[in-house]
């Protein structure tokens, strides 16, 4: 019988793991090339940030994510076509509030801008009907419309108090004190968990606060008064604000140091009406500004105890 020739075997095969390395390398590359396809414009902001620290913003911004180039254009000098989040400042967030709520129509709630916060009152039923916790679907368009703003400014944000109020129906009798507690908590907390929901900040930096009946704004016997009362108030506390307990947050709202500084919506003036410009205000944005050279709002009773009743 003739021999077979040497050589062959089973050396033959290891081209295989080769092969199998090749494919392995390109599927690596080719997932790669897809996740950098759908990224994310501020992640793609930190990258650049993170290999070039010197970069300013509007230099990051010059980096094409995205985009598409003709012949003409170098990488660096490419668009981005994802739209970018507008971020303004906290000094400006009451301003901007107050104008988008006068859009929607929504009257008489007051925005005050102090050092390092902003207070928001709404007055009345702009979220509750009498004696019940159920938001309305007004307050749910007047909350939609105070979390889309909320969302641009919430990185600028360290807390936020949510403050029900009810109001003493009847001036020769407390209310029941159950229910009374129980109602301005219950309004603050469904206002705490409309704006958890819609995930516009951190569920650690909303605080609620139930007050009862027992910090009224007016203690005149009249409806008017009362329907003043009734109310939900939130403290928008800046990033990096010194710690300061809420009384001394009141005690500065009805001094009037921020009278200069506090706007009351009125939505008839965005029907044709056309009063007179603040020159301290940005363009296009006029608002009812209370105190000033004409003094402080009106004043609060303050209780520095408040009852068990």
Known sequence: ???????????????MDTYGDMVTLLMTFFVLLYSMSNLDAKKWEVFVRSINPDKGVDQAEQVAINGVMD??????????????????????LYLILA?????????????????????????????????????????????????????????QISQINIMGHTTQADPNRPNFVREDR???????????IFIQQREVIEPDKLVTIGYGQFRPLDT??????????????????????????LNEYYEEYISGT???????????????????????????E???????????????????DIPSE
């Open 1 to 15: 019988m003739s021999k077979r020739k040497a050589g062959g075997g089973d050396e033959g095969g290891n081209w």
């Open 71 to 92: 012949d003409t254009e170098d990488v660096l000098d490419g668009g981005s076509d994802i739209p970018e989040q507008e971020v303004f400042d906290t000094e400006q």
């Open 99 to 155: 104008e988008e709520l006068e859009r929607q129509g929504v009257d008489g709630v007051e925005l005050s801008r102090g050092e390092d916060y902003t207070f928001i009152v709404f007055q009345d039923r702009t979220f509750f009907g009498g004696d019940s916790s159920e938001l309305t679907d007004t307050g749910r368009e007047v909350l939609d419309v105070f979390c889309d703003v909320l969302d641009q400014a919430s990185d």
């Open 182 to 192: 129980m109602l301005s908590s219950m309004r603050a907390a469904e206002v705490c």
């Open 220 to 245: 005149a016997d009249t409806d008017e008064a009362r329907a003043r009362n009734r109310r939900v108030e939130l403290l928008l506390v800046d990033e990096g604000a010194d710690t300061r307990s």
């Open 258 to 284: 921020n009278a200069d500084r506090t706007v009351v919506t009125d939505s008839s003036r965005n029907q044709g009406e056309d009063p007179a410009q603040n020159p301290d205000q940005p363009d296009g």
């Open 286 to 304: 006029v608002f009812e500004t209370l105190g000033g050279a004409e003094g402080a709002p009106p004043e609060m009773e303050l209780p520095e």
